[in-house]
């Protein structure tokens, strides 16, 4: 199994989010990078750097106006007196379908869809970076490879093709998913993160040729609270291919593997040839999101019922955050792929 990691993604470094209306320091920080290496470092995985693809991967997923949005936002927004160091949005529309404003102001707050995203200087480059480890492992996979491991970050399953938001600003599950598909592979994607991946379904809620499926704590009381409930199945021709499996806050490795079989059994019966793992370990009971209890051990049991499909398979690393187990439940994952 090849690693893929970009050095450029340590760049980014928010410093604050809003959580129950109160600032916090941001948890997705670069420190997150070293915890999960030293998981790739217990199984002495080899680890290469993505090469550059270009834009086009990233823009058959996100349109034009959205990219130049996050490449230009920090420089214009330092040209407005007394602005935050970070992007940070303070007011949003209605609906997006409301008129589009030239303000930067303005355009924060269409494309952002909550204040933990944070942009500062070097956020475009580490999302860029990002979104390259993965577009490099679904290479890998298109190229023979059984597994790859995508060390992505900042994640990526919370954006929308126009909108950032949960720490997330380019789709890197759904855009190694869009590449995939584009070679003429039947994917699904499967998403076992702590919260609902609604940036991935949005992308691909009316495609019928992409199944998503997301594991995730329950959204009534837990991020992202709009999306990820059982009634959401896909719209137009795509109704029907995507599967939501919510858990109760606590639930722990029993619950877990009880609703990773009906997404298991679901990928089967849909007949997917390739399968890209959107990997969230903040499902574990020492998070400090604390909203799932799944064990290390359990990230093993996981693990390996989803090797057992025996389809190519990128992982792509979504969330995560820091505790002390964090490499050791990379490490658990990643070693009932080999």
Known sequence: ?????????????????LSSGAPKPCPEKPARIEALLSGVRKLDLPVIAPEDAGMAPIAAVHPA????????????????????????PNIHPGSRLDGYPKSAVGQAGFHMTDTSCPISGPTWGSAYASAQTAIHGAGLVLGGDKVAYALCRPPGHHCFPELAGGFCYLANSAIAARLLQQAGRKVAVLDVDLHHGNGTQGVF????????VSLHCHPERFYPF???????????????TNLNLCLERGAGDAPFLAALDRALDRITLWGADTLVLALGLDAFVGDPFAGLAVTTPGFSQIARAVAGLGLPTLIVQEGGYLCPELGDNLAAVLAEFM
């Not at 809620?205 to 998503?212: A, G, K, Q, R």
Request: aromatic content about 14%; overall charge negative; cysteine-free.
């Open 226 to 240: 709009f999306w990820g409930y059982e009634g959401e199945t896909g719209a137009g021709d795509g109704e029907g």
């Open 65 to 88: 106006r959205y990219l130049t949005f996050l490449q230009n936002i920090h420089d214009r927004w330092r040209l407005i007196d007394g602005a935050s160091p970070e992007v940070i």
């Open 1 to 17: 199994m090849k690693v893929v990691f970009s050095d450029t993604q340590r760049a980014h470094d928010p410093q604050m989010f």
């Open 205 to 212: 809620y009316e495609d019928p040729s992409v199944l998503t």
